[in-house]
């Protein structure tokens, strides 16, 4: 479970990088408001999934446990980043 955690935790990073590197050239299109959705679901879903894993890996007690503390505060930091985004995305989107 541990190398689970890390591996969904790197391919999180993965897809933050390339969302930050290619979301210049979509926001002067019409399908700004869709890509950054659908990236904060996966980026949601990714970090909630390694979260969780980080969890059960460290419960676990077996070692090495540094993938699952990697998985764990690479999993909660993305999961309350991109809860803000989507809170403050449904503020913007009220004013």
Do not use: H
Not at 3 to 30: D, K, N
Not at 48 to 53: D, Q
Not at 78 to 85: E, G, L
Request: aromatic residues 10%; glycine residues 10%.
């Amino acid at each position: 479970m541990a190398w689970t955690a890390l591996l969904v935790a790197a391919v999180l990073t993965v897809w933050q990088a390339i969302y930050s590197l290619t979301v210049v050239g979509v926001e002067a299109s019409r399908d700004d408001d869709m890509y950054t959705s659908v990236s904060l679901f996966v980026t949601l879903v990714l970090g909630l999934a390694a979260l969780v894993l980080g969890i059960v890996s460290i419960a676990q007690r077996r070692a090495p446990r540094w993938p699952g503390l990697v998985g764990l505060s690479v999993g909660t930091y993305a999961f309350i980043i991109a809860v803000f985004s989507w809170v403050g995305g449904l503020m913007n989107a009220g004013a």
